[in-house]
């Protein structure tokens, strides 16, 4: 099998050969069609997360190298272990990437993406930027007819995230409405699956005017523009006294003041976004304004599901996508990180 494998923390990709994997008990052997290029590969080409204001966590685990990322998988079933029932040859699925250890209290519970020992796709081991990829169970393999494969990974990571943080925050909107903070790819994921779940008007804020407006063409009641020193005051006009819940997909120390300013008593926070920051408020805020704040990391496999059945219900605009061959996974990686790529990259191996 040919792969992009990270030799190196902070250097570029390499292209490396091995020999394609066999498949034994449970396990289900993908030929790779569709590899996401996602942000978070940045991190851990890196090796640490900033956390800002110069504090870094290390993400550098014990992976061994040469190690293949990319967990933004769709592809075409090539080989079935012998336990591994209900999959047959050339059928298309997505991956579920955020497998866990499968014996702890967290996965027993449906949590697997929370677990401490995870086996994650391409976070810790071996992804999808190879023409092939083990899935160590069939329960990981999601039926995606109907859903174009070119975004059908994407969904288990940006539209996974959107999803999650959404089912969080419709517990709150007794309250009032829905607050979206921050508007890129995964914010406008969270905006339609919010549309799809609850009836409760939507509010969308951004600071660029033009993702603003494809929020409102998308469904939001309205927009407002957080470096506007009056948004917090037309936020609580509009929604009668605050919203019920606001969701951080942008997660800097900016983005949590407005986001946490916005929310009505009985209200909550729901972060996603990972920028970085801190954030300090008098404790006795949180029982005087019964506020909640919480972060939300992904979603389960059982969300993963039901998020598919909303996409195959045509309730998610497509996505624009740019096709790259394999070779060009670490070009796709710099030009992420130099913020060349509009949309979505995904590599086809
Ligand atoms: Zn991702
Ligand atoms: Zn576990």
């Known amino acids: 099998m040919l792969r992009q494998s990270l030799v190196e923390y902070g250097k570029p990709l390499e292209a490396t050969e091995a020999p394609t994997p066999t498949v034994s008990g449970s396990e289900v052997l993908l030929r790779v069609s569709h590899c996401g290029v996602c942000h978070s590969d940045l ?21 061994p190298m040469p190690f293949t990322l990319g967990h933004e998988i769709a592809g075409v079933v090539e080989a079935v272990g012998p336990a591994a029932e209900g999959i047959g040859m050339g059928e298309r699925y997505a991956a579920y990437p955020w497998i866990g250890c499968g014996k702890c209290g967290l996965c027993a519970r449906g949590d697997e993406h929370m677990c401490n020992a995870p086996r994650a796709l391409g976070i810790t081991v071996d992804g999808g930027y190879a023409t092939h990829v083990i899935v160590p169970h069939p329960r990981y393999l999601l039926k995606v007819a109907g859903i174009a494969p070119e975004i059908a990974g994407a969904l288990m990571c940006s539209g996974l995230t959107g999803y999650g943080a959404i089912k969080k925050a419709i517990n709150y909107l007794r309250a009032g409405p829905l607050l979206i903070v921050g508007l890129g790819g995964v914010g406008m994921m969270g905006l339609q699956f919010a549309r799809a779940l609850t009836k409760t008007p939507i509010f969308a804020a951004d600071i660029d005017a033009n993702k603003r407006a494809a929020a409102l063409e998308l469904g939001a009641a309205e927009a407002f523009d957080p470096a506007d020193a009056g948004a917090r005051k037309a936020i609580f006009k509009a929604s009668g006294g605050g919203v019920g819940a606001a969701i951080d997909f942008a997660g800097s120390d900016k983005s949590l003041a407005f986001a946490q300013a916005a929310v009505a008593k009985g209200g909550a926070v729901v972060i996603v976004g990972l920028i970085g920051g801190s954030f300090s408020m008098p404790v006795p805020m949180f029982p005087l304004r019964a506020l909640s704040i919480m972060g939300s990391y992904v979603g389960s496999l059982a969300e993963a599901r039901e998020m598919i059945d909303l996409v195959q219900a045509g309730k998610v605009a497509p996505i624009p996508v740019e096709l790259r061959p394999l070779a060009q996974t670490s070009r796709s990686l710099a030009d992420l990180r130099e913020g060349k790529i509009v949309g979505r990259v995904v590599i086809t191996p």
Do not use: A, T
């Open 43 to 63: 991190h851990l080409q890196d090796g640490y997360f900033d956390l800002g204001g110069g504090q870094k966590l290390d993400v550098r685990g014990n992976r």
